[in-house]
Every structure is written in C-alpha cells, then in structure tokens.
C-alpha cells in the first residue's frame, strides 16, 4: 500500500484498489483494473478529502476511526476501529463477478436499502436493485416482488453501540444478499461496471444517514405548502371534473393544496400537450383553482410519442437527442402514447431542451411536476424496459449503455424537471415528485413508492418501506392513500388517511376504474374522520416544516423508526407498524380491518397520550384504545410540539401568525423553531428567522424560555402551554 494523491493505493493479484476517505468516518473502497479511480455515478457529489493516515509497519492503514487491513493478493480488506474491535471483513472479493462477500459480524438489524416491499429488518433477506414498473410483471406488490420502482443500493448494519452503512456505488442492477444463502455471509454485487463502496462508521445510525447524506446530498427545503393535502385520482379527465373536486374539498372544509392532472390532460398522452377537449379553458382553470387556495401539479413522462409533425419528436429526432439501438436507429418502445422514444438524458444538452419545455406549463399557472413510467417502463418488451444494449451517450460523446443507465434514468428525469423549473422560475421552490429514483435523487424530487393496491396489507407495508426510504437519506416520500389499485372502502380510507396524515407526503390517489376515493364517497363518519385528520395535519405542518428542515440541512429522517433513536433498545428491531415523526411524536396506525384496540411498545421514559393528555411509563408494551377515529399518538416527556392553531388554514402559503408549543414536561427539553416565507428562495440569503424554546425543571415546576436567535422574517406569536399529566 502506498499514498496516492489524496489517498492510498494497493496493487493486487487483479487489478488496484484505492482507498479514500471523505471525512474521518467514511472511506472508499475502488477497485479498478488500472492505476487510475474509477469514476463514481451521479449519484455522489461529496469529493474526497486528505485525511492524516499513517501506515504501520505490517502494512497495516490508521486513518479518521479506521485501521484498515488489505490482503495484497485478493485485495480482501479488515476494517476495525482503532481499538481493533472488528467492523468489516471481507471472505471473497472477485473482480470477475463484480462481487464482495463479508462475514457477517455483529449486525442484529439491516436497514435501508431503499424501496422495497419489505419488512423494516431485511437481515436474512436478498434483494435486487433494478428500477421497475412492478405491475408490468406482477398483479400488485408483494413480498416476493424484488425489483421496485426505486432501487438505491445502500444498507445499514446495526446493533446496540454501533453501526455502519454501506453503499455501493454502481448504477448497474445489482444484487444484496443479507446472510440469507448463507447465514454467514453478507454480499453485494453487480452486472456490471465497478466495485466500489464506501463504509460508512457511526455510534448511532444518525451518523450513518447523515454520512450517506454527506455523500449523495439531501432534499432542498420545499415549499411548505407541498406538506398539506394532495388529491389525486387517474384521472381527472376534464376541467369540469377537475373543478368538482376542489369544489368538493372546499364544500367539505376539506384543507387541501394540490390537486393532479393525470395522463388524460394530454393530448393523446403526448408530453408537453394539452387536451383542448377536455382543458379548454386550462389556463383560466389554473387561475381559478390558484384563488380557491390549490395548485395543480401535471404528470409529465419520458416516453415521446413517435409521430410526425410532433414537435418534441421531431425536435429530440433531428437533434439527435433520443436513445438509440446499437445500430444507431432511434430505440421506440412504447407506453401510453403507444409508439415511444425516450429521451437521453444523460447529456447535459438533452437534459436543458427538455426542461425548456416546462416554460408553457409554468407559465399557464402549473405549480409542480410529476415525473413518473420513469424506470423508465417500456410496454413493448418481457423486460418491462429497454433492452440492456440501448444505446446512451454521455456528454462527451462515449456510448454508455442503457445497463448502465438503467437504474439513473429517473434520477436524470427529475435532474433534468428540477433544473429547468429552477432557472425558469428562480424565486420559487419547485416541486417534482417521481417514481423511479436511485441514491442521490432526494436532490431533486420527492417519491411515492409506486402503484400500490387498496389493500390492508400494503398500508401496513408502507410503513417499513418509507422507513428505509427515510434511513436511505430519502425523507420526502409517501405511498397512495387509500392505495391505488382495486376498490378502497371506508374504513381503509379512514385508517390510511390517519396514516397519511403523519406520512411526509400526503397524497390520495387511485387508478381509473377503481371505486372512487375522494374523502367524501362514503359515508358521513368517514368523512368526518378523514377531515379530523387531515386539519390535524395541518395542525402539524410547522413541526413538519421544521423537520423537513433539519432534514435539508443534514440528511435525518423525518419520519423514522423506533430503533433510530432506541438503538441500545433490541425491542425496537422488529417494530414495523409504530414509527417516530421526528424524536418525539410516537405514531402507532391501525393498520387492520375491525381493530379496536392495538399494542403500542413504549420504550423507556414516560410517554403522554396525545389525545387524553395521560402519562405512561415506557419500557413496555401498551393496549391502546383505537376505535376507527382514533389514531394512538403519543409524545416523548421533554418533547415540545409546536402546532398551528387551526387546522383549517386553507390557504397554507400565508404566513404563520400564531403557534401554540405544546411542552411535555417531565424532563427538560429543547426546541429550535425556523420560520420563513414558506415558499420562496429568499431564506438562501438570509429572509428566515430562528428561535429556541427550552424547558427546564425548575423548584416552582417547569421553567419555560424562548430565545430569538436571529430575525429575518416575521415570527408568528407563540403561546406556551404546559402539558403535566
Ligand atoms: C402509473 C402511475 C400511476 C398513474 C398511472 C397513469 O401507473 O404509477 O400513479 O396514475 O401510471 O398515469
């Protein structure tokens, strides 16, 4: 082993690996066949820094908390911490298979790994990492479905003191066997391209999400509209339907700031048209629903219709802007315009005339983008998509294969909407919401995990799924409420919309030919149940805003599991259907038909039921009462909710003007509230305003402070109440 530029390099039986690191707790494992690093995909944009290393005697590599052992034959490597202690040993590397196989060590739990139909703990499981459009192959998600919509090719390891991440750095379909053939082994591997990982140490999973997140970015603050209510369906087929939706919300006191113009808009599911039948009047539409308190976000997919005198084929087939065969013939698969070419946007050139087309969209008053059959889905083929051997072309002209593309061909979608509704309209934050994502796409969109079904079992799998998405560095996500496949009921919609409602996106969706699923269809208790939970979101979107926050900055989950902040608590490994809605706000949904009562686990230190104000000792199991409109809650003791006074604040992008900070008492407790205008980009030069609330025992009871901290916007008027049990 040997210093080399900014890290080190060995030279092995095979080919080179280098070693760098990106701060004292992550390290990168390259192999290549040559002297030179390889290059890592779109989805890293951390660069490596010089760390102080020193090499012993026997080779052996002490850099940031790592030693690390490289055989020089195989290029195996140990990782351990500086007091030895063992954190990662690889058995079998192998260049030929683009494979690593690790001895499984101390992991109790594996976490992560993106989107998949999976529960939360994912040791003894193997997965695939292909970006698919799941009912392509399969009625609905299930179980045994491997490859969904995202793939990101990162896991956790955990147990009670420690934890590690690993993500492997390949675009190409790759496979994760958590000690599942063999209970021993821990592997990862490739189609194809280079093995090349980083390992990721941390006392806690924090470190680990917010290493990941250090790597591959986090989600830009979004507007703090986009955390209210979204009414969806497949579709709103005209402008009359369209406007009998919002005018249903509204006649419903229904809170609601986005509804969504699904493929029907279109003029015969061409992109970047209209449908003048249907939206003649679409502008002035637009306008109207913008005064009623609602934006309307547009479905806009890859997939160009093949057809003459269509300007956007026209213009990406002369330009010579859409993916090829090998022979150099525009590839054509087809999706809902039938006949379709897709778009390379690969190179920078096809990614900004895209983009120009949004300019119209936003101009006639749309407010968000959906980019979606991004995996991209193509009907024409067993695969489900294009053939391996399509051809891309990179920015400098290399052909790049689509087997390599695959997996960020979505991720390069939403790049491609985002950047565009950026420059075009730089005071606004935008809003995109896609499908298919791979590590690194929380730069550039939101996701929701893809058609689901009106089943109880995917509500409830929904839940460990957006978990990972969360631990994946992925916070803005959410799965169709009231499911989108098949006939909803009133009682799911009930126990969904409950869920939802605590779900970063909040979004009610279902596909044509399904029974209808708007809040009112079903009946006057689901309706009022629905309305109950969908104002207590609104109650919570500063707690929302403020975690999403927190997030931008740095990474964390907003909604997570028990376990990210009970590692040392075993009991918390397993639980898939109670999570964390930042640390403090315990959500326990009800995810079963006919329940009336469910367990609750609390773990240790007392626990105030939300709605009857009762105080628990935690480290046990609970009954909770849960009758269909009740969803159990709990808060943290030390725990301070700030919450909007009224939930039936239908116009979300007004400012804040008072807050009630609820303070759990029984510990001391911290809060740091940000507040701005909600959805411009002046907060990035300095238009925010921050304070703290802190919560002290004192000898009269509870001593209550807040402290501005800076005052760059309007700070809402905040009333403390003291919650004692
Ligand atoms: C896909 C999407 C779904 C959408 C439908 C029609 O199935 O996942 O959300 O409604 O296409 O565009």
Redesign the pocket.
Known sequence: MKQDGLGYIVRGKNGFLHILFYNDNIVRFAYSKDEEVPKSTVAVIAEPTGIDGFLEDDGVLKAGVFKVDVDRDSLAVKISDLYGSILSEDLMVSFQKTKIEKKKLWEHGIYGNGEKYSWLNQLGSKTINYNSDV?LHHKFHHPAVQEMHTAIPFFIGTCPGKAYGLFFDNSYRTTFDFAKSDPEIISFQADGGNLDYYFIYGLDLADVVKGYSLLTGTLPLPRRQILGYHQSR?SYQNQEELLAVAEGLRKHDLPCDFLYL??HYMDAYKVFTVNKDGFKDFKEVLQKLKKMGFGVVV?INPGVKVEEGYRVFEQGKEKGYFVTKPSGEVYQGEV?PKPAAFPDYLRTEVRQWWGEFYRELLESGVEGIWN??NEPSDFTRGSGTLPDDAVHRSDDGTEVPHAEVHNIYGLLQTRATREALEAIQPEKRSFVLT?AAFAGSQRYSALWT??NSSLWEHMECSIPMILNLGLSGYSFVGADVGG?RGDCNGEMLARWTQLGAFIPFFRN?S?IGSARQEPWVFSAEVLEIVRKYICLRYQFLTYFYNLMKESANSGVPVARPLLYHYQDDLNTYHINDQFLLGEGLMVCPVVRPGIKNRMVYLPDGDWYDYWTGEKLSGGRYVIAEAPLDKLPLYVKAGTILPLNDSGLNKKTDEPIRKLTAHCYSGTDGYCRLYFDDGFSTKYRQGEYSELEIIMKKGLQGMRTEINVLRDGYPIPEIKLKIHDG
Request: charged letters at 35%.
């Open positions: 009912l497949y699904d493929i479905i809902w979606d059959m499908r893809g058609d989108f969706h596909e």
